[in-house]
C-alpha cells in the first residue's frame, strides 16, 4: 500500500465509509487535534517517567486511535441498519474513564492540595504535559462543537475532557517526580 494516494490533491479527504469532505470540516479538524495530541503524548512517553505512567500513556494512546477513528467516522455510515455494510467502529466505555478518574485520585492523594494556579513549567517533561493539556482541551473544544452538529457517543466527549484533567494531574506528579518548582500564579494586587 502505497502512502500517497493523491485523491486528497484538490483539498478534500475521505472519512471511514467513503464520504468525502473538505480537508478544512470541523470533522476533520476534530480528529486531526486527537492525532496532534497522540503526537505529544508519545514525546512524554519518551522521557524518563515511571514505568507506571508510561504503561497508562500508552494505554491513552490506544484510546486516542479509538477516538480518532469515532469522530472519523461518517455518522450515517455508522449507524447503517441490517442489510448494508455497517462499520465497526471500536467505543469509549465508562472503564476508560474511571481508569483516568482512579488514576488521577490515586496521583492527588500523594501531592500537595492546590491552592492556587500553577503556571506552567519547572520541567521539560512537566511542559510537555500542559502542552498536551492545552492540545487536549482544543480537542474537547472541537469535538463539542461537531457534537452540535453531528452527535456522536457523548463519552467520547466525557474521555476528553477527563483526559485533559488528567494530563494535569500527571503534569503535578512529574512536577514531584523530578523535585521542579510549582509556581504559583498569584494575581497582582492593584491598589
Given at each position: 500500500?502505497?502512502?500517497?494516494t493523491?485523491?486528497g ?5 475521505s472519512?471511514?465509509?467513503?464520504t468525502?469532505?473538505?480537508k478544512?470540516?470541523?470533522r476533520?479538524e476534530?480528529y ?9 503524548l ?8 515511571d ?5 497508562i ?8 486511535f ?13 449507524t447503517?441498519k441490517?442489510?448494508?455494510e455497517?462499520?465497526?467502529i ?10 483516568l ?5 490515586k496521583?492527588d492523594?500523594?501531592?500537595p ?14 511542559s510537555?504535559?500542559?502542552?498536551a493539556?492545552?492540545?487536549c482541551r ?8 461537531l457534537?452540535?452538529?453531528e452527535?456522536?457517543?457523548?463519552r ?6 477527563r483526559l485533559?484533567?488528567?494530563l494535569?494531574?500527571l ?15 498569584i494575581p497582582?494586587?492593584?491598589?
Amino acid at each position: 500500500m502505497k502512502i500517497y494516494t493523491k485523491t486528497g490533491d484538490n483539498g478534500t479527504t475521505s472519512l471511514f465509509g467513503g464520504t468525502r469532505v473538505p480537508k478544512h470540516h470541523i470533522r476533520i479538524e476534530s480528529y486531526g487535534t486527537i492525532d496532534e495530541l497522540n503526537s505529544w503524548l508519545g514525546l512524554i512517553r519518551d522521557q524518563k517517567i515511571d514505568a507506571h505512567s508510561k504503561k497508562i500513556v500508552i494505554s491513552v494512546q490506544e484510546k486516542l486511535f479509538t477516538v480518532g477513528a469515532i469522530l472519523a467516522t461518517d455518522p450515517e455510515k455508522a449507524t447503517l441498519k441490517s442489510g448494508k455494510e455497517r462499520l465497526n467502529i471500536s467505543k469509549i466505555d465508562t472503564a476508560d474513564i474511571e481508569l483516568l478518574e482512579k488514576e488521577m485520585d490515586k496521583m492527588d492523594a500523594q501531592l500537595p492540595q492546590m491552592t492556587h494556579f500553577i503556571l506552567p513549567g519547572g520541567h521539560t517533561t512537566v511542559s510537555y504535559c500542559h502542552i498536551a493539556r492545552t492540545i487536549c482541551r482544543r480537542a474537547e473544544r472541537l469535538a463539542a462543537h461537531l457534537f452540535e452538529s453531528e452527535p456522536f457517543d457523548e463519552r467520547v466527549l466525557h474521555y476528553i475532557n477527563r483526559l485533559s484533567d488528567y494530563l494535569f494531574v500527571l503534569a503535578r506528579k512529574l512536577s514531584s517526580d523530578f523535585q521542579a518548582e510549582e509556581i504559583k500564579w498569584i494575581p497582582e494586587k492593584k491598589d
